[in-house]
């Protein structure tokens, strides 16, 4: 999928021709912003224009934790009050242009804002479509193949009800951050720094993981419940993958929480895992019908075996989202992860799977 290069929410329609004439002279592409999903265009656009109201929205989400800091970002309007100033104050923008006085300017903003030439980085969110799917391998598997296509990657742990990524990546003994150790400021995190300091592979994969990370309160069963990841952290690293790293994979629970809801806003693509059972489609349907409310692409990935005889086009047909990849279970995988985490070989069918992943989301049809 193209990355958008300036994502504009202006709603009086002169002010809104005055950038599209801006982002002609500068050779930039506009995209209208949705209103309603403010972070699908937070962090992957590589310019923002924003009108007054527009802005204020956009500020009240970062207030509340769910925008991250960013550059790029211009206000517009027909005179710049005190208003106009303070919101952009507030979301961090560079100016307040005065339209269409200020086109030149504007379109010379937009000039040097980075073009996306297809190679950016992508960050793929990995779920289940029910319980027991695979999406944590999954999700590990994509991360472990990308340094032999040379792309470096980023795992982000967003999974706090699951076992770890650090386990499943054999890097669970290793020092280095996990979340209770990030100190997050203004919804920012240097982004070179933060990849340096995670645990990882041979500097080619770097895992950011949830295992005990954040103090858990008592749940009803009787225990600690687990970590929560906070939004405005989750966002904050997504934003510093994109920055660093050539892909980030964010493994994410099933469960509806805010950090998965802005993950599924943000990301570039969501994959779904579901085995290729009758149960598995049932619920699965459930859990797309969420997704594709929130997410820009859902990709299907149907995992096997497939007992009762469905086909991958079977389960694509029932859960109704797109077919991605479609994989053979892998041999010895359950004992190998409990012998020092995921080694995948090539040809493999988890290391084909993954593979054709990458590649589909470098190509943009994932």
């Known amino acids: 999928m193209q990355g958008i290069e300036i994502g504009m929410a202006v709603a009086d329609g002169a002010l809104a021709d ?18 309603g999903r403010p972070r699908a265009c937070w962090a992957s656009a590589a310019g923002l224009v924003l009108d007054l109201g527009a802005a204020t929205a956009m500020a009240e989400a970062a207030r509340a934790g769910g925008l991250p800091r960013r550059d790029g970002v211009a206000i517009v309007a027909a005179e710049a009050g005190m208003a106009e100033l303070a919101a952009a104050v507030e979301v961090g923008a560079a100016q307040v242009f005065v339209l269409p006085a200020q086109v030149r300017e504007l379109a010379r903003f937009l000039a040097a804002r980075e073009q996306d030439d297809g190679a950016r980085s992508r960050v793929v969110a990995v779920l289940g479509g ?28 967003a999974d706090p009800w699951g076992g770890g990524l650090d386990l499943l990546l054999g890097c669970a003994d290793m020092p280095g951050l996990r979340w209770g150790d990030l100190a997050l400021r203004g919804g ?16 080619a994969v770097a895992v950011l993981s949830a295992g005990g990370a954040v103090a858990g309160t008592s749940d009803a ?18 934003d510093a993958g ?10 994410l629970p099933r469960r509806d929480d805010p950090a998965t809801s802005a993950c599924l806003e943000v990301a570039d693509v969501v994959l779904v895992v579901v085995g290729a059972t009758v149960r598995g489609c049932v619920a699965a349907r459930s859990v797309i019908d969420g997704v594709a409310r929130r997410a820009r692409r859902v990709g299907l990935v149907v995992r096997g075996p497939a007992p009762g005889g469905l086909s991958a086009r079977d389960v694509e047909r029932a859960v109704g989202a797109p077919l991605l990849v479609s994989m053979r279970p892998q041999p010895g995988l359950a004992s190998q992860l409990d012998d020092g985490g995921l080694r995948l ?8 799977a993954a593979g054709r992943v990458l590649d589909g989301v470098r190509r943009g049809a994932a």
């Open 345 to 352: 070989r090539r040809g493999t069918p988890l290391a084909v």
């Open 242 to 251: 994109r920055r660093s790293v050539g892909v980030t994979v964010v493994d």
């Open 221 to 238: 069963v009787g225990g600690a419940s687990p970590p929560e990841i906070p939004v405005e952290g989750l966002l904050a690293v997504i």
């Open 18 to 35: 005055d950038v599209r004439r801006a982002a002609a002279a500068a050779a930039r592409s506009v995209t209208v912003i949705d209103r």
């Open 188 to 203: 920012h995190v240097p982004s070179d720094a933060l990849v340096a300091a995670l645990p990882g592979r041979a500097g």
């Open 130 to 157: 029910h319980g027991g799917a695979g999406a944590s391998v999954l999700a590990a598997a994509v991360a472990v193949t990308a340094p032999g296509r040379g792309i470096t990657a980023l795992a982000v742990d």
